[in-house]
Protein backbone atom coordinates (compact mmCIF):
# COMPACT_ATOMS: atom_id res chain seq x y z
CA UNK A 1 0.00 0.00 0.00
CA UNK A 2 3.19 2.46 0.53
CA UNK A 3 3.80 2.99 -2.92
CA UNK A 4 0.12 3.83 -3.73
CA UNK A 5 -1.03 7.18 -4.80
CA UNK A 6 -4.32 9.22 -4.06
CA UNK A 7 -5.54 10.91 -6.88
CA UNK A 8 -8.71 12.91 -7.78
CA UNK A 9 -10.62 10.88 -10.21
CA UNK A 10 -10.91 11.94 -13.93
CA UNK A 11 -14.73 12.63 -15.13
CA UNK A 12 -14.51 10.11 -17.76
CA UNK A 13 -13.53 7.25 -14.77
CA UNK A 14 -16.30 9.21 -12.69
CA UNK A 15 -18.91 8.69 -15.04
CA UNK A 16 -18.43 5.06 -15.48
CA UNK A 17 -18.63 4.28 -11.75
CA UNK A 18 -21.74 6.52 -11.64
CA UNK A 19 -22.81 4.56 -14.77
CA UNK A 20 -22.55 1.10 -12.70
CA UNK A 21 -24.26 3.11 -9.52
CA UNK A 22 -27.16 4.82 -11.35
CA UNK A 23 -28.12 1.01 -13.27
CA UNK A 24 -28.10 -0.14 -10.14
CA UNK A 25 -29.42 2.52 -7.40
CA UNK A 26 -31.33 5.10 -9.48
CA UNK A 27 -29.87 8.61 -10.52
CA UNK A 28 -31.59 10.58 -8.39
CA UNK A 29 -30.57 7.85 -5.03
CA UNK A 30 -26.66 7.99 -6.39
CA UNK A 31 -26.78 11.94 -6.57
CA UNK A 32 -28.25 12.49 -3.32
CA UNK A 33 -25.66 10.21 -1.70
CA UNK A 34 -23.01 11.97 -3.73
CA UNK A 35 -23.99 15.15 -3.31
CA UNK A 36 -21.11 16.98 -1.60
CA UNK A 37 -18.81 14.25 -2.16
CA UNK A 38 -15.54 13.88 -4.31
CA UNK A 39 -13.81 10.50 -5.47
CA UNK A 40 -10.57 9.71 -5.32
CA UNK A 41 -8.79 6.88 -7.20
CA UNK A 42 -5.90 4.79 -6.07
CA UNK A 43 -2.91 4.78 -8.53
CA UNK A 44 0.55 2.41 -8.39
CA UNK A 45 -0.84 -0.46 -6.48
CA UNK A 46 -2.15 -3.67 -7.91
CA UNK A 47 -5.83 -2.24 -8.14
CA UNK A 48 -7.65 0.95 -8.53
CA UNK A 49 -9.46 1.47 -5.50
CA UNK A 50 -12.22 4.28 -5.66
CA UNK A 51 -13.20 5.87 -2.31
CA UNK A 52 -15.98 9.05 -1.59
CA UNK A 53 -14.63 11.48 0.81
CA UNK A 54 -16.48 14.91 2.08
CA UNK A 55 -15.22 18.39 0.51
CA UNK A 56 -13.97 18.90 3.83
CA UNK A 57 -11.75 15.21 3.92
CA UNK A 58 -10.63 16.02 0.66
CA UNK A 59 -9.16 19.50 1.47
CA UNK A 60 -8.12 17.82 4.39
CA UNK A 61 -5.97 14.75 2.39
CA UNK A 62 -4.38 16.95 -0.44
CA UNK A 63 -3.52 20.47 1.83
CA UNK A 64 -2.09 19.05 4.92
CA UNK A 65 -1.45 14.90 4.45
CA UNK A 66 -0.01 15.07 0.96
CA UNK A 67 1.22 18.67 1.42
CA UNK A 68 2.62 18.81 4.73
CA UNK A 69 3.49 15.36 5.92
CA UNK A 70 4.48 13.68 2.46
CA UNK A 71 2.04 10.71 3.61
CA UNK A 72 -0.76 8.86 1.12
CA UNK A 73 -4.06 7.81 3.19
CA UNK A 74 -4.38 4.23 3.26
CA UNK A 75 -8.41 4.60 3.26
CA UNK A 76 -10.62 7.62 3.15
CA UNK A 77 -14.48 8.18 3.96
CA UNK A 78 -16.51 5.84 1.82
CA UNK A 79 -14.82 2.56 -0.01
CA UNK A 80 -16.53 2.69 -3.37
CA UNK A 81 -15.24 0.24 -5.54
CA UNK A 82 -12.81 -1.45 -7.70
CA UNK A 83 -12.42 0.62 -10.88
CA UNK A 84 -10.48 -1.88 -13.74
CA UNK A 85 -12.25 -2.77 -17.10
CA UNK A 86 -15.45 -3.34 -15.61
CA UNK A 87 -16.19 -1.15 -12.04
CA UNK A 88 -16.37 -3.38 -9.26
CA UNK A 89 -18.67 -1.61 -6.60
CA UNK A 90 -18.29 -2.41 -2.87
CA UNK A 91 -20.65 -3.76 -0.01
CA UNK A 92 -19.74 -0.82 2.14
CA UNK A 93 -21.10 1.80 -1.27
CA UNK A 94 -24.27 -0.80 -2.09
CA UNK A 95 -25.36 -0.69 1.46
CA UNK A 96 -25.38 2.94 1.82
CA UNK A 97 -27.86 3.49 -1.04
CA UNK A 98 -29.68 0.45 -0.56
CA UNK A 99 -31.06 2.21 2.58
CA UNK A 100 -31.72 5.13 0.40
CA UNK A 101 -33.20 3.22 -2.92
CA UNK A 102 -34.98 -0.01 -1.75
CA UNK A 103 -34.50 -1.70 -4.97
CA UNK A 104 -32.04 -3.68 -6.70
CA UNK A 105 -32.04 -6.34 -3.92
CA UNK A 106 -33.77 -9.81 -2.69
CA UNK A 107 -34.65 -10.54 1.06
CA UNK A 108 -33.79 -14.01 1.79
CA UNK A 109 -34.89 -15.96 4.81
CA UNK A 110 -33.24 -15.65 8.24
CA UNK A 111 -31.81 -19.16 8.05
CA UNK A 112 -30.65 -18.44 4.07
CA UNK A 113 -29.10 -15.09 5.32
CA UNK A 114 -26.53 -17.09 8.03
CA UNK A 115 -25.92 -19.37 4.64
CA UNK A 116 -25.21 -16.89 2.63
CA UNK A 117 -22.48 -14.64 5.43
CA UNK A 118 -20.84 -17.73 5.18
CA UNK A 119 -20.27 -17.64 1.81
CA UNK A 120 -23.21 -19.80 0.33
CA UNK A 121 -24.93 -19.04 -3.06
CA UNK A 122 -28.95 -18.11 -2.74
CA UNK A 123 -31.29 -20.47 -4.18
CA UNK A 124 -34.84 -19.56 -5.46
CA UNK A 125 -36.67 -20.70 -2.34
CA UNK A 126 -34.94 -18.85 -0.08
CA UNK A 127 -36.24 -15.91 -1.66
CA UNK A 128 -39.43 -14.10 0.35
CA UNK A 129 -39.22 -10.53 -1.63
CA UNK A 130 -37.98 -8.86 -4.13
CA UNK A 131 -37.11 -5.03 -4.59
CA UNK A 132 -37.41 -4.19 -8.57
CA UNK A 133 -35.82 -3.17 -10.78
CA UNK A 134 -32.64 -5.77 -10.66
CA UNK A 135 -29.56 -5.33 -11.99
CA UNK A 136 -27.09 -8.40 -13.10
CA UNK A 137 -25.44 -7.49 -9.50
CA UNK A 138 -27.91 -7.66 -6.76
CA UNK A 139 -27.83 -6.91 -3.08
CA UNK A 140 -29.29 -9.49 -0.60
CA UNK A 141 -30.93 -8.38 2.67
CA UNK A 142 -32.00 -10.42 5.64
CA UNK A 143 -35.71 -10.16 6.98
CA UNK A 144 -35.03 -6.84 8.85
CA UNK A 145 -33.61 -5.40 5.35
CA UNK A 146 -30.02 -5.86 7.19
CA UNK A 147 -27.47 -6.31 4.13
CA UNK A 148 -25.98 -10.01 4.33
CA UNK A 149 -23.77 -9.13 0.93
CA UNK A 150 -24.01 -8.85 -2.82
CA UNK A 151 -24.95 -11.81 -5.80
CA UNK A 152 -24.98 -11.89 -9.37
CA UNK A 153 -27.89 -12.92 -11.03
CA UNK A 154 -27.33 -16.61 -12.88
CA UNK A 155 -30.80 -16.29 -14.10
CA UNK A 156 -32.64 -13.79 -16.41
CA UNK A 157 -36.21 -13.83 -14.84
CA UNK A 158 -36.62 -15.21 -11.32
CA UNK A 159 -40.40 -15.69 -11.73
CA UNK A 160 -40.01 -17.39 -14.63
CA UNK A 161 -37.29 -20.00 -12.76
CA UNK A 162 -39.62 -23.19 -11.63
CA UNK A 163 -36.85 -24.93 -9.76
CA UNK A 164 -37.42 -24.23 -6.23
CA UNK A 165 -33.44 -26.12 -4.57
CA UNK A 166 -31.69 -24.56 -7.67
CA UNK A 167 -29.12 -21.41 -7.67
CA UNK A 168 -30.72 -18.10 -9.05
CA UNK A 169 -27.69 -16.02 -7.01
CA UNK A 170 -23.81 -16.39 -7.01
CA UNK A 171 -22.23 -14.60 -3.71
CA UNK A 172 -19.81 -12.03 -4.66
CA UNK A 173 -19.03 -11.01 -1.21
CA UNK A 174 -20.97 -11.04 2.23
CA UNK A 175 -20.42 -9.72 5.56
CA UNK A 176 -18.91 -12.96 7.08
CA UNK A 177 -15.96 -11.75 4.46
CA UNK A 178 -14.51 -9.10 7.13
CA UNK A 179 -13.90 -11.73 9.58
CA UNK A 180 -12.63 -14.52 7.09
CA UNK A 181 -10.95 -12.28 5.11
CA UNK A 182 -10.89 -8.78 5.33
CA UNK A 183 -9.05 -6.27 3.25
CA UNK B 1 14.61 11.82 23.88
CA UNK B 2 13.34 12.51 27.51
CA UNK B 3 14.12 9.84 30.02
CA UNK B 4 12.17 9.64 32.92
CA UNK B 5 13.85 6.85 34.79
CA UNK B 6 16.97 10.04 34.88
CA UNK B 7 14.45 12.36 35.52
CA UNK B 8 12.94 11.29 38.95
CA UNK B 9 16.56 9.86 39.25
CA UNK B 10 14.39 6.57 40.56
CA UNK B 11 16.79 4.33 41.94
CA UNK B 12 15.01 1.10 41.05
CA UNK B 13 15.49 -0.40 44.67
CA UNK B 14 11.75 0.48 45.45
CA UNK B 15 10.90 -2.34 43.06
CA UNK B 16 13.33 -4.93 45.05
CA UNK B 17 10.88 -7.11 46.88
CA UNK B 18 10.36 -7.40 50.48
CA UNK B 19 10.47 -11.09 52.09
CA UNK B 20 6.09 -10.46 52.19
CA UNK B 21 6.22 -9.69 48.37
CA UNK B 22 8.46 -12.60 47.55
CA UNK B 23 5.67 -15.15 49.70
CA UNK B 24 3.07 -13.49 47.78
CA UNK B 25 4.99 -13.84 44.69
CA UNK B 26 5.10 -17.46 45.18
CA UNK B 27 1.37 -18.27 46.21
CA UNK B 28 0.44 -16.34 42.82
CA UNK B 29 3.56 -17.20 40.80
CA UNK B 30 4.11 -13.75 39.97
CA UNK B 31 7.41 -11.84 39.41
CA UNK B 32 8.49 -10.67 42.93
CA UNK B 33 9.17 -6.68 41.50
CA UNK B 34 5.54 -6.66 40.52
CA UNK B 35 4.00 -7.82 43.61
CA UNK B 36 6.00 -5.32 45.52
CA UNK B 37 5.08 -2.27 43.71
CA UNK B 38 2.00 -3.43 43.59
CA UNK B 39 2.02 -3.99 47.48
CA UNK B 40 3.52 -0.45 47.70
CA UNK B 41 0.94 1.53 45.47
CA UNK B 42 -2.51 -0.45 46.58
CA UNK B 43 -1.61 -1.66 49.95
CA UNK B 44 -0.99 -5.37 51.20
CA UNK B 45 -4.89 -6.69 51.26
CA UNK B 46 -5.76 -4.84 48.09
CA UNK B 47 -2.66 -6.11 46.47
CA UNK B 48 -4.12 -9.60 47.34
CA UNK B 49 -7.68 -8.78 46.03
CA UNK B 50 -5.53 -7.42 42.58
CA UNK B 51 -4.02 -10.97 42.42
CA UNK B 52 -6.48 -12.96 42.66
CA UNK B 53 -8.47 -11.44 39.91
CA UNK B 54 -5.32 -12.68 37.42
CA UNK B 55 -6.18 -15.46 35.56
CA UNK B 56 -9.79 -15.83 36.11
CA UNK B 57 -10.58 -13.69 32.58
CA UNK B 58 -12.65 -10.48 32.40
CA UNK B 59 -16.51 -10.47 31.54
CA UNK B 60 -17.17 -9.56 28.17
CA UNK B 61 -19.08 -6.49 27.15
CA UNK B 62 -20.12 -4.51 23.90
CA UNK B 63 -20.87 -0.88 22.63
CA UNK B 64 -24.05 -0.85 20.65
CA UNK B 65 -23.02 1.08 17.33
CA UNK B 66 -25.96 3.89 16.86
CA UNK B 67 -24.81 4.59 13.53
CA UNK B 68 -26.13 0.96 12.83
CA UNK B 69 -29.13 0.46 15.26
CA UNK B 70 -31.03 1.53 18.16
CA UNK B 71 -28.89 -0.17 21.17
CA UNK B 72 -33.09 -1.13 22.08
CA UNK B 73 -33.41 -2.90 19.16
CA UNK B 74 -29.66 -4.79 19.28
CA UNK B 75 -30.49 -5.91 22.68
CA UNK B 76 -33.92 -7.62 22.09
CA UNK B 77 -32.27 -9.30 18.88
CA UNK B 78 -29.49 -10.49 21.38
CA UNK B 79 -31.47 -11.64 23.83
CA UNK B 80 -33.62 -13.79 20.88
CA UNK B 81 -30.07 -15.89 20.45
CA UNK B 82 -30.43 -16.16 24.23
CA UNK B 83 -27.73 -13.30 24.72
CA UNK B 84 -28.42 -10.95 27.92
CA UNK B 85 -27.35 -7.65 28.34
CA UNK B 86 -26.66 -5.68 31.17
CA UNK B 87 -26.43 -1.46 30.84
CA UNK B 88 -22.43 -0.59 32.15
CA UNK B 89 -23.27 2.17 34.89
CA UNK B 90 -21.79 4.77 33.02
CA UNK B 91 -22.51 4.42 29.20
CA UNK B 92 -25.83 3.94 27.76
CA UNK B 93 -24.87 2.30 24.65
CA UNK B 94 -22.30 0.03 26.53
CA UNK B 95 -23.24 -3.51 28.19
CA UNK B 96 -21.99 -6.17 29.89
CA UNK B 97 -22.34 -9.57 28.68
CA UNK B 98 -24.53 -11.49 31.05
CA UNK B 99 -25.25 -14.83 29.33
CA UNK B 100 -23.93 -16.11 26.06
CA UNK B 101 -20.10 -14.65 25.96
CA UNK B 102 -18.91 -17.60 23.86
CA UNK B 103 -21.55 -16.89 21.05
CA UNK B 104 -21.18 -12.63 20.85
CA UNK B 105 -18.05 -13.19 18.57
CA UNK B 106 -20.20 -15.18 15.97
CA UNK B 107 -23.31 -13.35 14.96
CA UNK B 108 -24.96 -12.00 12.29
CA UNK B 109 -25.46 -9.21 14.33
CA UNK B 110 -21.62 -8.60 14.57
CA UNK B 111 -20.84 -8.82 11.19
CA UNK B 112 -23.47 -6.34 10.40
CA UNK B 113 -21.75 -3.67 12.70
CA UNK B 114 -24.13 -3.21 15.16
CA UNK B 115 -21.81 -3.39 18.03
CA UNK B 116 -18.32 -3.57 18.82
CA UNK B 117 -16.60 -6.24 21.45
CA UNK B 118 -15.00 -3.71 23.67
CA UNK B 119 -13.57 -3.43 27.41
CA UNK B 120 -15.88 -0.99 29.02
CA UNK B 121 -12.42 0.75 30.06
CA UNK B 122 -11.61 1.24 26.57
CA UNK B 123 -14.65 2.85 26.26
CA UNK B 124 -13.98 5.70 28.64
CA UNK B 125 -11.02 7.50 26.25
CA UNK B 126 -13.57 8.50 23.26
CA UNK B 127 -16.19 9.63 25.72
CA UNK B 128 -13.94 12.11 27.84
CA UNK B 129 -12.36 13.65 24.86
CA UNK B 130 -15.99 14.26 23.70
CA UNK B 131 -15.54 15.01 20.12
CA UNK B 132 -17.91 16.98 18.21
CA UNK B 133 -19.14 16.78 14.61
CA UNK B 134 -16.90 20.10 14.21
CA UNK B 135 -13.37 18.76 15.42
CA UNK B 136 -10.85 17.46 13.56
CA UNK B 137 -9.12 14.80 15.87
CA UNK B 138 -6.34 12.61 15.85
CA UNK B 139 -6.36 8.90 17.39
CA UNK B 140 -2.80 8.33 17.05
CA UNK B 141 -2.21 4.61 17.95
CA UNK B 142 -5.96 3.24 16.02
CA UNK B 143 -5.49 0.24 14.89
CA UNK B 144 -7.55 -2.15 15.04
CA UNK B 145 -10.28 0.71 15.87
CA UNK B 146 -12.07 0.30 18.75
CA UNK B 147 -11.82 3.73 20.02
CA UNK B 148 -11.57 5.07 16.20
CA UNK B 149 -15.06 3.59 15.60
CA UNK B 150 -16.75 5.10 18.52
CA UNK B 151 -15.25 8.38 18.02
CA UNK B 152 -16.72 8.46 14.85
CA UNK B 153 -19.98 7.18 16.48
CA UNK B 154 -19.86 10.15 18.84
CA UNK B 155 -19.28 12.44 15.68
CA UNK B 156 -22.42 11.33 13.98
CA UNK B 157 -19.86 10.51 11.29
CA UNK B 158 -19.09 13.81 10.27
CA UNK B 159 -15.68 15.66 10.96
CA UNK B 160 -12.60 14.15 10.58
CA UNK B 161 -10.97 11.39 12.32
CA UNK B 162 -7.48 11.08 11.25
CA UNK B 163 -6.18 7.50 12.42
CA UNK B 164 -2.72 6.19 12.18
CA UNK B 165 -0.42 3.02 13.13
CA UNK B 166 2.59 1.69 11.94
CA UNK B 167 1.18 -1.94 11.86
CA UNK B 168 0.29 -3.11 8.28
CA UNK B 169 -2.20 -5.96 9.67
CA UNK B 170 -3.79 -4.00 12.29
CA UNK B 171 -4.40 -1.65 9.48
CA UNK B 172 -6.16 -4.30 7.69
CA UNK B 173 -8.43 -4.67 10.45
CA UNK B 174 -8.53 -0.72 11.26
CA UNK B 175 -10.13 -0.69 7.79
CA UNK B 176 -12.41 -3.99 8.35
CA UNK B 177 -14.06 -2.66 11.66
CA UNK B 178 -14.54 0.81 9.62
CA UNK B 179 -16.40 -0.79 6.74
CA UNK B 180 -18.08 -3.14 9.21
CA UNK B 181 -19.23 -0.43 11.68
CA UNK B 182 -20.58 1.89 8.98
CA UNK B 183 -17.90 4.54 9.37
CA UNK B 184 -17.28 7.61 6.80
CA UNK B 185 -15.28 10.30 8.36
CA UNK B 186 -11.82 8.00 9.10
CA UNK B 187 -8.86 9.12 7.05
CA UNK B 188 -6.22 6.00 8.26
CA UNK B 189 -2.82 6.61 7.27
CA UNK B 190 -0.15 3.91 8.04
CA UNK B 191 2.93 5.49 9.13
CA UNK B 192 5.21 6.16 12.31
CA UNK B 193 3.22 8.72 14.26
CA UNK B 194 6.14 10.32 15.33
CA UNK B 195 5.96 11.51 11.59
CA UNK B 196 2.67 13.34 12.35
CA UNK B 197 4.71 16.46 14.39
CA UNK B 198 5.17 18.17 11.00
CA UNK B 199 1.04 18.76 11.34
CA UNK B 200 1.77 21.47 14.27
CA UNK B 201 -1.63 23.46 15.33
CA UNK B 202 -3.93 21.21 13.42
CA UNK B 203 -6.37 19.07 15.23
CA UNK B 204 -9.02 20.50 17.74
CA UNK B 205 -8.82 17.02 19.85
CA UNK B 206 -5.94 13.95 19.74
CA UNK B 207 -6.40 10.56 21.38
CA UNK B 208 -3.14 8.88 22.65
CA UNK B 209 -3.71 5.68 23.62
CA UNK B 210 -0.39 4.90 24.04
CA UNK B 211 1.84 1.70 23.79
CA UNK B 212 2.56 0.28 27.13
CA UNK B 213 3.87 -2.85 28.91
CA UNK B 214 -0.14 -4.06 29.38
CA UNK B 215 0.22 -4.29 32.90
CA UNK B 216 -3.58 -4.00 33.17
CA UNK B 217 -4.09 -6.54 31.05
CA UNK B 218 -2.79 -9.48 33.14
CA UNK B 219 -6.26 -10.29 34.71
CA UNK B 220 -6.69 -11.67 30.51
CA UNK B 221 -3.01 -12.76 29.25
CA UNK B 222 -1.29 -13.11 32.69
CA UNK B 223 1.60 -14.89 30.59
CA UNK B 224 2.23 -11.54 28.50
CA UNK B 225 3.58 -10.17 31.77
CA UNK B 226 5.91 -12.45 33.43
CA UNK B 227 8.75 -11.91 31.09
CA UNK B 228 9.13 -7.92 31.62
CA UNK B 229 11.42 -5.72 34.21
CA UNK B 230 11.46 -2.75 35.55
CA UNK B 231 13.51 -1.41 33.26
CA UNK B 232 10.78 -1.86 30.75
CA UNK B 233 8.59 0.13 31.81
CA UNK B 234 11.13 2.51 31.66
CA UNK B 235 11.73 2.20 27.94
CA UNK B 236 8.40 2.80 27.19
CA UNK B 237 7.74 5.62 29.45
CA UNK B 238 10.02 7.69 27.39
CA UNK B 239 8.44 6.47 24.09
CA UNK B 240 5.24 7.81 26.20
CA UNK B 241 6.75 11.05 26.91
CA UNK B 242 7.43 11.64 23.47
CA UNK B 243 4.14 10.34 22.05
CA UNK B 244 2.69 12.99 24.52
CA UNK B 245 4.99 15.98 23.35
CA UNK B 246 3.91 15.72 20.12
CA UNK B 247 0.34 15.15 20.71
CA UNK B 248 1.04 18.68 22.30
CA UNK B 249 2.42 19.65 19.63
CA UNK B 250 0.21 18.87 17.17
CA UNK B 251 -3.32 19.75 19.17
CA UNK B 252 -4.47 23.42 18.57
CA UNK B 253 -4.35 26.28 21.40
CA UNK B 254 -7.21 25.45 23.99
CA UNK B 255 -7.43 21.96 22.04
CA UNK B 256 -7.86 18.73 24.23
CA UNK B 257 -5.41 15.57 24.76
CA UNK B 258 -6.54 12.28 26.01
CA UNK B 259 -3.93 10.38 27.11
CA UNK B 260 -4.81 6.43 28.17
CA UNK B 261 -2.64 3.50 28.57
CA UNK B 262 -4.25 -0.36 29.44
CA UNK B 263 -1.47 -0.21 32.02
CA UNK B 264 -1.62 0.28 35.90
CA UNK B 265 2.08 1.45 36.20
CA UNK B 266 2.78 4.84 37.88
CA UNK B 267 5.94 4.71 35.99
CA UNK B 268 3.81 4.82 31.94
CA UNK B 269 1.09 6.63 33.66
CA UNK B 270 1.50 9.52 36.50
CA UNK B 271 5.18 9.77 36.37
CA UNK B 272 4.78 10.31 32.38
CA UNK B 273 2.47 12.97 33.17
CA UNK B 274 4.21 14.82 35.43
CA UNK B 275 6.97 14.93 33.47
CA UNK B 276 5.06 16.67 30.87
CA UNK B 277 3.22 18.87 33.01
CA UNK B 278 6.52 19.77 34.38
CA UNK B 279 8.50 20.49 31.06
CA UNK B 280 5.57 22.29 29.57
CA UNK B 281 4.77 24.15 32.68
CA UNK B 282 2.38 26.62 32.21
CA UNK B 283 0.99 25.46 28.83
CA UNK B 284 -0.74 22.50 29.38
CA UNK B 285 -3.22 21.62 32.39
CA UNK B 286 -5.01 18.65 33.81
CA UNK B 287 -8.72 18.91 32.80
CA UNK B 288 -11.56 17.45 34.97
CA UNK B 289 -12.34 14.30 32.91
CA UNK B 290 -16.30 14.85 33.57
CA UNK B 291 -17.04 11.46 34.22
CA UNK B 292 -17.60 9.99 38.03
CA UNK B 293 -15.82 6.86 37.19
CA UNK B 294 -12.69 4.91 38.72
CA UNK B 295 -10.10 5.80 41.83
CA UNK B 296 -8.15 9.03 41.50
CA UNK B 297 -4.68 8.93 40.22
CA UNK B 298 -1.54 9.31 42.06
CA UNK B 299 -0.40 12.16 43.18
CA UNK B 300 2.08 9.97 45.43
CA UNK B 301 3.51 6.42 44.82
CA UNK B 302 6.56 4.50 46.09
CA UNK B 303 7.31 7.51 48.12
CA UNK B 304 7.86 10.06 45.56
CA UNK B 305 5.86 13.24 45.55
CA UNK B 306 4.09 13.92 42.06
CA UNK B 307 2.12 16.76 41.39
CA UNK B 308 -1.19 17.34 43.23
CA UNK B 309 -3.55 17.42 40.02
CA UNK B 310 -2.73 14.29 38.99
CA UNK B 311 -5.81 12.95 41.09
CA UNK B 312 -7.99 14.53 38.04
CA UNK B 313 -6.47 11.30 36.32
CA UNK B 314 -8.73 8.31 36.02
CA UNK B 315 -7.36 4.66 37.39
CA UNK B 316 -9.44 1.38 36.86
CA UNK B 317 -8.62 -1.97 38.47
CA UNK B 318 -10.00 -5.36 37.36
CA UNK B 319 -10.54 -6.51 41.47
CA UNK B 320 -12.39 -2.71 41.50
CA UNK B 321 -14.17 -2.11 38.18
CA UNK B 322 -14.54 -5.36 36.69
CA UNK B 323 -12.63 -4.23 34.12
CA UNK B 324 -9.03 -4.21 32.80
CA UNK B 325 -6.53 -2.31 35.01
CA UNK B 326 -6.26 1.31 32.68
CA UNK B 327 -5.64 4.82 33.11
CA UNK B 328 -6.95 8.09 31.88
CA UNK B 329 -6.05 11.60 32.15
CA UNK B 330 -7.49 14.43 30.18
CA UNK B 331 -5.41 17.29 29.13
CA UNK B 332 -6.05 21.12 27.31
CA UNK B 333 -3.13 22.87 25.44
CA UNK B 334 -3.22 26.65 27.05
CA UNK B 335 -3.72 29.01 24.13
Not at chain 2, 50 to 69: D, E, H, S, V
Not at chain 2, 127 to 138: F, G, Q
Not at chain 2, 203 to 224: H, M, N, Q, R, Y
Amino acid sequence: MDSIVFAPMPSKMQDKVFATLVQMFGRRNVRLFFKNRKLLITKGGPRHEVFAVTNEQFNFIFNKIKAVLGREPYCAGVFVGIYGKKFKPSLDICEKLFKIAKRNAIMINEQAAILFSYGRDVMLKSITKVYEPLHEVVVVVDPQENVVGLCKLIVKNLNKTLCNECIVCENIIDKGWYLRKGH
Amino acid sequence: MINPFKTFNMDLNYAKPSTLALELAKKYDFPPYLIERYVKMLGYSEAEMFLNTIGKGLRKAIRCNRLKISCKHLKQRLERKNIILKKIDFLDYGFWVIRGEDKIGHTLEYLYGFYYIQNPASMLPPLILAPTPEDVVLDMCAAPGGKTTHLAEIMKNKGIIVATDISREKMKALRSHLSRMGVENVIAIRMDVREIRRLRNTFTKVLLDAPCSGEGLIPIDPESIRKRRVEDLYIMASKQVELLKIAYEVVREDGEIVYSTCSIAPEENEFVLNEILNTLEDRILIEDPGINVGVPGFAEVFNIKLRSDLRKCIRLYPHKHGTEGFFICKLKKIG
